[in-house]
């Protein structure tokens, strides 16, 4: 497989380029694949559906072809998914895709596992470390940590907003020792990333150190989110002639969404076959791509606080890749897109568990939301003629290809449930009055001590420090 940049399509690089540089130093682009196989018919087609692991070695498969040999890829995936998505149904019409099971308690534990091994894979016979550094708004960063926390030749620095992250979040950050540190940056998320990419594109700096990084500008950690998507779609597309007898169904995949990699995590799955018809934006307060959606101005914003924490992004990185696949029109046909402010995290949490008795996490309960609007006539009244002003929150005014899905009631959505509502506890205990169930790997994480290291938001002290101590 050959993978490009999206600033600059005459680059040409392999697996191995793509990933252990993280992004285009020279130009600031992001990898991409050049194309997307579809997988073979015989797979899509399969009833019962195929398991987790098969779906992520079949789409894995040929994005490594000719560097990683199938045994080596095999026993990475093993290795990674002792764990696996669950898919709760919340009516005959809605699912929920449970991705918290891993050992940080959210989706990104599906991607930094992969990556974490195959770049230990690719580094096996340097003579040096490989130093990853991740940039963090909630939940990245604990699931690096963990996946590369005592893996040979690798070594991680993590950034996170001080203050800016939930307790337990910030204490799975904080906690870690040997190859794994947190550095806490006074300043937003945006602020974190932009240290990040500015050390990629400092060529002094690269001249000392070993760089990649492990947030979803890295393509190692973009394509395994894809497998939960292929899973999810071949499974529920399976199971809905039970369910509620639709046959084949329009599958609509509503994202909570940030800085955009779990999302064209799902556009990469849909292109190599996955049986999903379209998908819903669902963001906070920091609604850049929906305001993109809505009027066609990309307009990168400051970030601002909100209680869907791992999406206070106003500068989506994978926005690149977005537009490197598809321009705005068919974006728009493919794509609706939804936003709730803080009030409407709330309500959504609330009403989730009033409806359906399930406890659904901040990020959860905006995909909940803008799937309920959707089917319960929103939709219908844009189609209609109605112009809503995406300055508000809810669905903004644009039409998705897919809308007649809806209306005639062929459709289903399935909401990412990206983290465990424990995460978020004082929040979700706000909405629905009692505390959500802990996992007793948090509680755990709790007890540790903090070794978190406080930073200026200045490039040239972050520079420093690394030369210093890495």
């Known amino acids: 497989m050959i993978y490009t940049d999206t600033r600059d399509n005459s680059v040409k690089v392999d697996f191995k380029t793509a990933v252990m540089n993280g992004m285009n130093s020279a130009s600031g682009g992001l990898y991409i694949p050049t194309s997307f196989p579809k997988l073979d018919s015989s797979l899509l087609s399969k009833d019962p559906a ?9 789409m894995a498969k040929p994005y490594v072809e000719g560097e990683i040999p199938d045994n080596d ?5 093993q290795d990674a998914y002792p764990f696996q998505p669950k898919i709760v149904p919340l009516d005959n019409t809605s699912y929920v895709l449970e991705l918290f099971h891993g050992p940080t308690c959210a989706f990104k534990d599906f991607g930094a596992r992969f990556m974490a091994r195959v770049m230990s894979y690719f580094n096996r016979s340097e003579a040096t470390p490989l130093h990853i550094l991740v940039a963090t708004s909630g939940d990245t960063g604990s699931a690096v940590g963990s996946a590369f926390h005592n893996v040979p030749g690798l070594d991680v620095t993590i950034l996170y907003p001080d203050g800016k992250i939930s307790a337990i979040q910030e204490k799975q950050l904080s906690t870690f020792t040997g190859n794994v540190r947190a550095l806490k940056v006074k300043g937003t998320f945006d602020d974190c990333q932009k240290l990040v990419k500015t050390a990629f594109t400092d060529n002094e700096l690269r001249s000392k150190l070993r760089l990649s990084s492990a947030n979803s500008i890295n393509i190692a950690r973009l394509l395994p989110q894809g497998f939960y998507y292929m899973y999810a779609a071949l499974t529920t597309r399976n199971r809905c002639k039970i369910d509620n007898k639709i046959s084949d169904p329009a599958i609509i995949m509503v994202v909570p969404s940030g800085n955009f990699g779990n999302l064209t995590s799902g556009l990469i799955a849909r292109e190599m076959g ?14 850049t791509i929906p305001d993109w959606i809505a009027t066609g101005d990309y307009n990168a914003r400051p970030s601002v606080e909100t ?3 791992a999406m206070d992004v106003g500068a989506p990185s994978n926005y690149e890749r977005i537009k490197a696949m598809y321009n705005l029109d068919e974006v728009r046909g493919l794509f609706a897109s939804y936003w709730l ?4 995290i709330i309500e959504a949490i609330k009403a989730c568990h009033q409806n359906t008795g399930y406890i ?5 309960a905006i995909a909940y939301k803008a799937w309920k609007d959707i089917k319960d006539g929103k939709l219908e009244e844009l189609v209609n003629g109605k112009k809503n002003d995406f300055n508000k929150p809810g669905l903004t005014p644009s039409v998705p290809d897919w809308a007649d899905k809806v209306l005639s009631k062929k459709a289903i959505g399935i909401a990412l449930e990206t983290a465990s509502p424990a995460k ?47």
């Open 50 to 58: 195929p398991s987790f692991r098969d779906v992520a070695f079949n």
């Open 73 to 77: 890829l095999a026993a990475i995936i």
């Open 274 to 287: 996955a049986p999903i018809t379209g998908f819903v934006a669902a963001t906070n307060t920091n609604r």
């Open 307 to 309: 209680y869907a924490n």
């Open 341 to 344: 402010d803080n009030n409407g």
């Open 360 to 364: 659904i996490d901040p990020h959860g």
């Open 424 to 470: 978020f506890g004082s929040t979700v205990t706000d909405a629905i009055g009692r505390e959500p169930p802990m996992p007793a790997r948090l509680e755990e994480i709790m007890r540790l001590p903090d070794n978190a290291i406080p930073m200026d938001n200045d490039y040239g002290k972050f520079k420093d420090w690394l030369i210093e101590n890495l």
